[in-house]
């Protein structure tokens, strides 16, 4: 019973590296989503998707590429990274915006 | 004004108190509400949907009032392990349309002997 599986759990990236973060979800969800949790912020939406094909983006997409390629499968690309994405990030799924979201365990990554 | 506003705590209480967190929204035509519960340094999790009627699951109750738009969860009898971070969190439209969740930045609650 998988859900949402996010990896990798943890990451430290020197600036200017990229790297993906990938999610998978095996409850067919149409609606995906990525955060960015600070202290202090709460969760920001990066980029979210409502079905494959169709991604677009949140409050915070900077710096971030995203594609939807399938159901499954929602994987997000720092293009370069920089110190300010130093953050946890978390992966979500769900039917739609009205309906309980499953969450990913979250990565947390370092940017030095 | 942030779309979604809560009391970030802590809370401490002890053991079997009752206690009560509120939370307000700015966008008034937010469709559906919810309690996530988020423990430390791990991902949110559903506590229960926000019915406008109110609704009740055990020792929780969560009451929405949509004309001041407010949304409450009461605890009664608390656990040590109700311990944890609450989320409120409103699903709002997006300015390029679309629907999001919008969280709120959480209440700590620390329930002790």
């Known amino acids: 019973n998988a859900g949402v599986t996010q990896t990798p759990k943890f990451q430290v990236l020197k600036t200017g590296q990229s790297m993906t973060l990938q999610c998978a979800q095996d409850m067919n969800h149409e609606y995906m989503s990525w955060y960015r949790q600070d202290p202090g912020m709460g969760l920001r939406l990066i980029h979210y998707?409502?079905?494959?094909?169709?991604?677009d983006q949140g409050e915070v997409p900077n710096g971030y590429n995203v594609s939807r390629s399938t159901t499954e499968d929602f994987p997000l690309r720092l293009l370069s990274a920089a110190p300010s994405q130093t953050s946890v990030y978390f992966c979500?799924?769900?039917?739609?915006?009205?309906?309980?979201?499953?969450f990913g365990q979250g990565t947390r990554l370092t940017v030095v | 004004r942030k779309e979604v506003e809560q009391d970030p705590g802590p809370f401490n209480v002890p053991e079997g108190a009752t206690v009560a967190f509120n939370c307000t929204y700015s966008n008034s035509a937010s469709q559906s509400f919810f309690w996530y519960r988020q423990d430390c340094r791990k991902e949110p999790k559903l506590l229960m949907s926000v019915y406008s009627s109110g609704n009740e699951d055990g020792r929780f109750t969560a009451q929405l009032n949509r004309a001041s738009q407010y949304i409450s969860l009461l605890i009664r009898d608390s656990k040590l392990s109700d311990s944890a971070t609450y989320l409120c969190v409103v699903n709002m439209g997006l300015t390029g349309g679309g629907n999001k969740l919008t969280f709120g930045t959480g209440t700590q609650l620390k329930v002790e002997l």
């Open positions: 998707s409502v079905g494959a094909g169709i991604t």
């Open positions: 979500a799924s769900s039917w739609d915006t009205n309906t309980e979201a499953f």
